[in-house]
Each structure stands twice: as structure tokens, then as C-alpha cells.
């Protein structure tokens, strides 16, 4: 049913031009769920199944009750112009059974959801910790000593995976159906989920708040590594981050080393003065004459920040003396001359 709904999603975008982004899903064996592949999805899906199945059986009897009564009470004649005589009264036995009936429907599910959701809320200690990033549109995701190396989330299988969620801009939701698990990313603080991988192979991710023009292109997906394939992958991405040089290890640095909160490179000026075609510049400083930007100046103001302060900034800007190497340093100089 979901790989139908994944597949009308492609053939829809395709419509528009638009690269169907979501990866191709297996059947799945439950009544128009996606497939199921985490560990805390059981408790919900029997809980959904259950309330589904007892509102249809409801419906269902109330409709007909409704519509029998229609039939069977209807008006005889017009011209009986009866008053029907009052005969309601107290029923002990039919109030104990509309009491009863619904109590063993709604206390399983209390029971069951709380459950559920104490669970959903706790995030097993042992725990392996990713960021996701939400910003207008798309998911940024960031592991431990990487920065944002592609666009999917990856993760190995059977290990249980925190996710710490902010977002830059807006509220965004991050929603994995397969995981059957959703939560806000609101800017300025963080929230979190958890989810335990039991299936390999590829889900959708999607954003479930409505956050401006391009919500609905806000895609992405969680790649399920096999085992020993999450740190093959993570090696290799090391690897080719590794090999980079020049002003794509600059690029990449910018990120992955938190420069970008401070500096724009599209000349606004954050908490830093921003980078665009500070290369040549004379810039001025607080408390002493104007500098020329160049590659000596640029290296100092990474490894000995305080020992200059561009004119109208705070000094805010911490040392990266032992964080960034000289291949480092020299990437960073490529990448701030390259912005013209
Ligand atoms: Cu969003």
C-alpha cells in the first residue's frame, strides 16, 4: 500500500518536473502502513490497528442503528397529530453497558499508549548520537567528527540511534514513517527521538510541519547500513573528506567546523564580519591601524583571534589553534579568496 502511495508521490512531482527523491518501498504486509522496520513500531501499530478496527465496528453498528430507527420510527400517517407520552427513565443495565463497552476500549489504549509512549520518550543510555538539522528545505545531518556529507541519513541496523533535532530558521518535523516516528525541530532549542533500525535497505524521511514554499520538497531518507557497512561507509566518507584540498576543504571546514554560524559568505554580517571579498580589503581595527587582508592576516585571525578586532565586532571569536592543521588553514585561505 505505502510503496503505491511512495510510487503516486513520484508520478505526482514528475507531473511538475520535479526528481522523484523518495526511495522505492517494499510492500508492506500492514493495511496502508508503510513497512515496518524499528523497533518501537509494534506497540504502535497495534494500538492504530485496534483503534481502526473499533471505529470501523462502531461506525459501522451506529449507522445502522441510525438507519433502522429512521425506518422503524417513521411518522405513519400526517394526519396522527399525537404527542408521544414521556417514557423515558432510569436504566441501570443500559447505562452500566454504554459505561462498560467503552471502558474496555479506552483503558487498553491508555494503557497501551502510555506504554508506547513512555518508550518513544526514552532513549536507550548506550545510545549513538546524530544531529539533524532542519532549515528552509532541507535535512542536515551531522555524526560525530563529520559534518554533513550527503543528504540521507545513515545509520547501521540493530543500534539504537538518538537523534538531537534543531532547526536554523522555522518549526520543521522530522518524520520517519517506517520508524513510525515524528518530532518538531524548533528553533533555539533542541528535542530529540529514538529509534532501533530492524530492516536494511532505504525509507523516506520527510518534513511534517508546514514550513513555507518549498515544505513539500523538504524530502530525504535513512539509509539502513548491514552490519559492518555504517563504518565502512563512515570510513570512506572520512577518507574522501580527507583527501580534499584547497578551497573545497575550505568549503567543507566552513561547515563542519562551525564557521558558517558566525560568518555568511553572501556579505551579511553575523556575529563575524562575513567573508564575501574580505580577500584584498583594508580592513580597520579597534584600538590600532588598519590591516590589509591577506594570506598572514587571515592565518593569525584563526590561530590568535584576539590579537586583531575588526572595527564594530565584539572579540567573540574563539582560538582553532590545535583544531585546524596547516592543510586546514590553507583550504580555509582558498575558500575565503574564491568568494569574490
Ligand atoms: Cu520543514
Known amino acids: 500500500m505505502s510503496a503505491s502511495i511512495t510510487n503516486s508521490v513520484a508520478s505526482f512531482s514528475g507531473l511538475f518536473g520535479l ?3 523518495l526511495p522505492k518501498l517494499a510492500p508492506s504486509p500492514y493495511f496502508w502502513m508503510p513497512p515496518s522496520a524499528s523497533v518501537t513500531t509494534e506497540n504502535t501499530d497495534a494500538l492504530y490497528n485496534f483503534m481502526l478496527w473499533m471505529s470501523l465496528f462502531f461506525s459501522v453498528a451506529i449507522f445502522w442503528a441510525m438507519v433502522r430507527f429512521c425506518v422503524k420510527y417513521r411518522a405513519k400517517s400526517r394526519a396522527a397529530n399525537e404527542i408521544a407520552a414521556k417514557t423515558s427513565q432510569h436504566n441501570t443495565m443500559l447505562e452500566l453497558t454504554w459505561s462498560v463497552i467503552p471502558l474496555f476500549v479506552v483503558v487498553p489504549l491508555f494503557v497501551g499508549g502510555f506504554k508506547g509512549f513512555v518508550n518513544l520518550r526514552t532513549p536507550p543510555k548506550a545510545a549513538m548520537e546524530i544531529r539533524a538539522t532542519g532549515q528552509k528545505w532541507k535535512w542536515l545531518f551531522t555524526y560525530d567528527g563529520l559534518g554533513t556529507p550527503d543528504d540521507a ?4 541496523v540493530n543500534t539504537a540511534v538518538r537523534m538531537i533535532i534543531n ?12 520508524f ?8 533555539g532549542r533542541y528535542t530529540d527521538l529514538w529509534f532501533k533500525a530492524t530492516q536494511t535497505g532505504e525509507f523516506p524521511i520527510f518534513c511534517a510541519e508546514y514550513c513555507g514554499t518549498s515544505h513539500s520538497d523538504m524530502l530525504s531518507r535513512v539509509v ?8 565502512k561507509w563512515l570510513a570512506a566518507t572520512i577518507a574522501q573528506a580527507d583527501s580534499l584540498t584547497g578551497k573545497d576543504r575550505g568549503a567543507m571546514l566552513y561547515e563542519k567546523q562551525g564557521c558558517s554560524t558566525c560568518h555568511s559568505i553572501d556579505g551579511t554580517p553575523k556575529v563575524g564580519p562575513s567573508w564575501k571579498a574580505i580577500y584584498g580589503k583594508m580592513e580597520s581595527m579597534t584600538g590600532g591601524p588598519a590591516m590589509k587582508v591577506d594570506e598572514n592576516y587571515l592565518r593569525e585571525s584563526m590561530l ?3 590579537a586583531h ?4 565586532y565584539a572579540p567573540a571569536m574563539p582560538t582553532f589553534e590545535g583544531k585546524l592543521s596547516d592543510k586546514d588553514i590553507d583550504g580555509l585561505i582558498d575558500f575565503i579568496k574564491s568568494l569574490k
Do not use: N
Not at 532547526?167 to 517506517?178: A, G, Q, R, T
Not at 513510525?180 to 528553533?187: G, L, N
Not at 578586532?309 to 564594530?312: E, R
Open 224 to 231: 539502513v547500513h548491514p552490519p559492518g557497512g555504517y563504518e
Open 167 to 178: 532547526s536554523v530558521d522555522v518549526i520543521h518535523s522530522l518524520y520517519i514513517p517506517s
Open 304 to 306: 590568535d583571534p584576539q
Open 180 to 187: 513510525r516516528t515524528k518530532m518538531d525541530a524548533v528553533p
Open 153 to 156: 541519513l545513515h545509520v547501521p
Open 309 to 312: 578586532i575588526v572595527m564594530g
Open 19 to 21: 526528481e522523484p527523491k
